[in-house]
């Protein structure tokens, strides 16, 4: 299981990979911190990038009126004035999924997640705000550049359990 301090942190890094060894679940492989507000986000559901929008609106119940682009999304993801907590800590499962129809995209994701992560530091009540990009080892080499540190579990990423 990982140690939830790296959750708990208002440093980067925000966005985290995490590679599943045999038999692990997230919830297994995450300490959950007290407080905070978890949410799971598919990574199926995120294979383009309307599809990824409307999964965190979904996830994170963002009102119904809300814009669907990336200046949308960031602003949300900074307010979230609606789901009051001590800390984030978003999960997507099925990381490897994550934006394949679109990946070019992946890269600007990344961004405002970090961006968002940065303000949520840096407001006078410095509040942690995490993603945790959920792989399998089978398909931990999906991607070529995750943009995401190993969150370590207990399990090496390329080792045996």
């Keep these: 299981m990982a140690t939830p301090e790296p959750l708990r942190a208002t440093e980067p890094p925000w966005v985290h990979l995490v590679v599943l060894g045999?038999?692990?679940?997230?919830?297994?492989?995450?300490?959950?911190?007290?407080?905070?507000?978890v949410r799971s986000?598919?990574?199926?559901?995120?294979?383009?990038?309307?599809g990824l929008l409307s999964?965190?609106?979904?996830?994170?119940?963002?009102?119904?009126?809300?814009?669907?682009?990336?200046?949308?999304?960031?602003?949300?993801?900074?307010?979230?004035e609606w789901l009051?907590?001590?800390?984030?800590l978003l999960i997507v499962t099925e990381a490897d999924q994550l934006l394949a129809e679109h990946p070019d995209d992946y890269g600007t994701f990344?961004?405002?997640?970090?961006a968002v992560a940065q303000e949520w530091a840096t407001?006078?009540?410095?509040?942690p705000f995490h993603l945790?990009?959920?792989v399998t080892r089978e398909r931990a080499g999906a991607r070529a550049d995750w943009r995401a540190?190993?969150?370590?579990?207990?399990h090496p990423p390329g080792g045996r359990s």
């Design 22 to 37: 045999r038999g692990e679940t997230p919830e297994s492989a995450l300490a959950m911190p007290p407080g905070f507000a």
């Design 41 to 50: 986000i598919d990574g199926r559901r995120c294979r383009s990038k309307p």
């Design 55 to 80: 999964e965190f609106a979904r996830a994170l119940e963002f009102p119904a009126d809300s814009g669907r682009n990336w200046d949308a999304f960031e602003e949300l993801l900074a307010d979230l």
């Design 84 to 88: 009051p907590a001590k800390g984030y």
């Design 110 to 114: 990344i961004e405002v997640v970090n």
């Design 123 to 127: 407001a006078p009540v410095p509040v």
């Design 132 to 134: 945790c990009l959920v």
């Design 149 to 154: 540190p190993h969150l370590p579990t207990g």
